[in-house]
């Protein structure tokens, strides 16, 4: 869809037209066809309407830099308008995670309640807790910001020769992957879940991963502490991207928030718990406005 001031926002739906709508917000790198495939399945059996949001630079959507998290908000916004839809739950995977919070920030009427995956907490402020490959990558913001455009497109041109062995190829990156992420990919409708939404999301370059990490190096925009929403975290033990460290301060902050460890698991391990997590975020809805 294009938005008021002429960017375009690509998304993808699952499940049920006139169900509960549920946004996926991708990780990073990801796109909007970046969900676990028993999830799609999940979204007819659970009467859910399920939209894969792309984030700026990525697949269909234009590139574009926010100043703040908070920002993502707004267009959020405007794309429920479009699709007609007065309330959501969200879910974030790793680089999503952010985004979700960001909603439930700026929305705590119609979000209703958010689930996040392996989620990136701040890296600046007194609400940042320690390490992590983001706050790494916090001291390079100046060499990111000035090579973000042409690695952006070299990156996707670079995975779009790659299709013909993508498969291969793809087998190869992912031995140097943690053990429990090797599990998640050595699922064969899991492996081609994530060479679909990688091919389809890079058709244009790959910039939304440059963008993520500019932004989360950055004040988000808003509090953790006043979120009213409620969110639910799930965090892998052996995560050596998102420290579990983060999803505790995280929790600790959020006023309604509850953590689950997953034990050795890794960064992508709750992808395999798609039910658990979309039963749990569906409780949260209130009552009331089930109708």
Known sequence: ???????????????????????????TPGARRQLPPQLRHLAHDRNVRLIGLERPGAGDSTPHVYDRVLDWAD???????????????????????????????AHPDRMMAGAILGGVAPTTGPEAPEGGMIRLAQRFQGP??????????????????????????FGLATRVFPEGDRAVFAVPEMKTMFLDDIAHGST???????????LFSKPWGFDLADITVPIRFWQGDSDPIVPEAHAHR???????????IRYDESHLGSLMIADEVLDILLGLWPVARVA
Do not use: K, N
Not at 250 to 260: F, Q, S
């Open 204 to 214: 244009r370059g790959l910039h939304a991963v440059f963008f993520d990490i500019l």
């Open 144 to 169: 990111i910001r000035l090579v973000r455009a042409p690695v952006g497109r070299v990156v996707g041109a670079t995975i779009q020769a790659l299709r013909p062995v993508a498969s291969a190829a």
């Open 1 to 27: 869809m294009t938005l008021p001031d002429g960017r375009f926002i690509g998304f993808a739906e699952f499940g049920e037209p006139q169900g509960r709508a549920v946004l996926w917000f991708h990780g």
């Open 250 to 260: 995280m929790t600790e902050l959020v006023p309604d928030a509850a953590l689950e």
């Open 75 to 105: 267009d959020v916004a405007v794309v429920v308008d479009h699709l007609g839809v007065d309330e959501y739950a969200a879910i974030g995977l790793s680089g999503g995670g952010p985004y979700v919070l960001a909603c439930a920030a």
